[in-house]
């Protein structure tokens, strides 16, 4: 199995098709953003740009681990925003406390839209914690740099 990082292609055309709220905008500034989550997997998980929805299959365990099924809700950090050509959108650090878990990578995923697939990030390999916090650090909000970037 394997955990290849890449934006879900059907995120894309979900985009496109106006599914997806980051809470700004013009049209859509005056509802509540989407809630978007983290769930984290072992590796023994197969996600790539073809996942189109968050799915338990290979989930890192949450029983005795202080690992919620399902992850945790993600809190944007930098609204959609655009420097040059390219649109960006970011997320604050997340992280799980008091977690004994091994995972080798995560899914962004839409909760309130049918846990629609986001994002697949690839750890490059096992990442463990015991009894201890389990951090996913994001990348600087810029246009080179975000995690959600479309250029």
């Not at 949450?62 to 809700?73: E, I, Q, R, V």
């Not at 420097?83 to 909760?111: Q, R």
């Amino acid at each position: 199995m394997a955990i290849t990082q890449a934006m879900a292609t059907s995120f894309k055309v979900e985009i496109l098709d106006g599914i997806h709220n980051f809470g700004t905008g013009v049209i859509r500034a005056s509802t509540a953003a989407d809630v978007f989550k983290l769930a984290l997997y072992t590796s023994s998980a197969t996600l790539s740009a073809a996942t189109t929805a968050y799915s338990t299959t290979d989930e890192v365990s949450s029983s005795g681990t202080n690992y919620p099924a399902g992850g945790l809700t993600l809190t944007i950090s930098q609204v959609p925003t655009s420097s040059s050509t390219t649109a960006f959108i970011d997320f604050d650090d997340l992280t799980f406390p008091s977690a004994t878990i091994t995972a080798n990578g995560a899914l962004i995923y839409n909760a309130t839209q049918g846990n629609k697939a986001v994002a697949v990030l690839a750890f490059g390999g096992d990442k463990t914690s015991t009894a201890g916090n389990f951090t996913i650090q994001f990348p600087a909000a810029a246009a080179s740099t975000a995690i959600l970037r479309i250029a």
